[in-house]
């Protein structure tokens, strides 16, 4: 890393609180927004932890998955599918574990449903509501 990297980085630092509580009241109203849609799962904190949601990620079950990341995408709405697969499918892990997708059923599973929905910092409130309408909408 470079001296004007290292110096870029800790500029970008100081400004970590506040973004980490950004992210906080985005995934805030989605949850709220969407607690009590049936076809979705909403991500979980357990009490004791504290998330800095870097993504939200939401599973949409019963294989909509892809048709509301169209419905979305329609909205001019972005989402992000960051986990396509299992580590058993990496490339790297091939001919390394002995295990197949049959025997990691949840991997699978979680891997056709998850999808990320915008929760930056410069999300705003309107935009917010404007994608909890439209998830609310499809389902």
């Excluded at 995934?27 to 709220?32: F, L, R, T, V």
């Excluded at 299992?86 to 059923?105: D, H, I, M, T």
């Excluded at 991997?107 to 929760?119: F, H, Q, W």
């Excluded at 930056?120 to 917010?128: E, F, Q, S, W, Y």
Aim: proline fraction near 6%; charged fraction near 30%; hydrophobic fraction near 35%.
């Amino acid at each position: 890393m470079t001296d004007i990297s290292a110096a870029l980085g800790l500029i970008q630092l100081k400004k970590l609180p506040r973004a980490n509580k950004a992210r906080a009241r985005n995934a805030k109203s989605y949850h709220d927004g969407l607690e009590d849609v049936e076809g979705i799962q909403l991500p979980v904190v357990p009490r004791h932890c504290r998330h800095v949601w870097h993504q939200y990620t939401i599973r949409v079950l019963d294989g909509k998955r892809d048709g509301l990341r169209e419905h979305l995408k329609a909205k001019k709405i972005g989402t992000g599918v960051y986990y396509p697969a299992g580590l058993y499918e990496n490339p790297v892990y091939k001919g390394r574990l002995s295990q197949n997708s049959k025997a990691f059923p949840e991997t699978g599973k979680a891997c056709e449903e998850v999808l990320s929905i915008p929760v930056h910092p410069l999300v705003r409130r309107g935009d917010i509501g404007r994608i909890v309408r439209e998830i609310r909408a499809f389902f």
